[in-house]
């Protein structure tokens, strides 16, 4: 990957940038010269898809299929202190356990469609579901998988990968590096490189790869009982975010507020938006594992530049108090899958919520 420049990610901010900051927030408000100035940066860099009906149809043939539910929330609802909370349920769908699924599955069906995956051998990085996608849909399709992992993801996680046939290598300390190993191991051996972020001179796969995201967004629109007031999504590289966002401005226009939420620990959007460029951060080890990059995917920057309202950053007590709250009240999942929720606890009365507010999160990922 490709480095952008070094993100001032300091919670100290101007007016001109126009952020809340407390001691339980950090709220960066998107404004016209903002998101000007970071599309300026990304003119060779294309808008995400909105077309969800070309994935929708394609992911109805494999065997595991199946709109995963919206549940209303109310218990929830009233804990956030809002009218209505609806909960995007993304933790069995197809069997592997995360939105990922849709993903890189997807790419690897439009090239078997294609006649192109048969064979081949698909190199990535993964810090968690992202790998197992790639893993399912070479098995599916009759190729090779090979998934670089860095030395802080679990053993377990990597037993995973090997059970649906990929071969896994360990690469690195951090994601980034494990990222970087792909990409060479890519360049050397003639693989294809299959990752869900994107830079400069690669671009095809990955915006490929989040239109297959579009399809959970276009079934939440179609279960809503009435579209929201507000959207928290979590956020690692953005693609999540950005194809969600994307798809709601078509069905919603510009109704819903919609907040991006990321580890304090891992701001890229947020410090990219801040900085008007695509920034490269750095901070610890998020134990939101699944959003811990340093880096954003630059399709999804330029999608959030365009799509979202805010940037939003929550601490690991933040992102733990939210994954707990959701548990106890029958909706296990990890720090990384209940982030959404994690944001819209944290910023309590602020962001225009109300007592009349209805909310969409999505809990992304299964409990580990």
Known sequence: MVGLGAADVGLGVTDAVMCCHSAAMNVLHKTPDLADAVLATLAEIPFPSVDADRPSILLTRCPAAGVTPLHDAPALAKVAGVGQLNIKDERARMGLGSFKALGAAYVIARDAEDGNAKG????????????????????????????????????????????????????????????????????????????????????????????????????????????????????????????????????????????VVEPEVAPALYASVKAGSAQVTEGPESAMGRLDCKEPSLIALKGLARDADDFMLISEDEGAAGSAVCADAGYPTTPSGAAGFSGLLAAGTALGLTNDSRVLIILSEQAS
Do not use: K
Request: one cysteine or more; aromatic letters at 10%; a negative charge.
């Open 120 to 259: 081949r051998t698909y190199v990535t990085a993964s810090a968690g579901n992202h790998g197992l996608s790639v893993a399912a849909g070479a098995q599916a399709f009759g190729a090779r998988a090979v998934v670089y992992l860095a030395d802080t993801v679990p053993e377990g996680f990597a037993d995973r990968l090997r059970s649906f046939g990929a071969e896994v290598v360990r690469h690195g300390a951090i994601y980034e590096e494990a990222m970087s190993g792909a990409a060479q191991a890519a360049t050397d051996n003639d693989w294809a490189l299959l990752s869900d972020s994107s830079w400069p001179g690669y671009l095809d796969r990955p915006y490929t790869l989040m239109e297959g995201y579009l399809v959970l967004m276009q079934e939440a629109v179609a279960q809503m009982p009435a579209p929201p007031t507000h959207i928290f999504l979590q956020a690692g590289v953005g693609g999540l975010a950005t194809a969600c966002a994307a798809y709601a401005r078509v069905a919603w226009g510009d109704a819903p507020r919609i907040i």
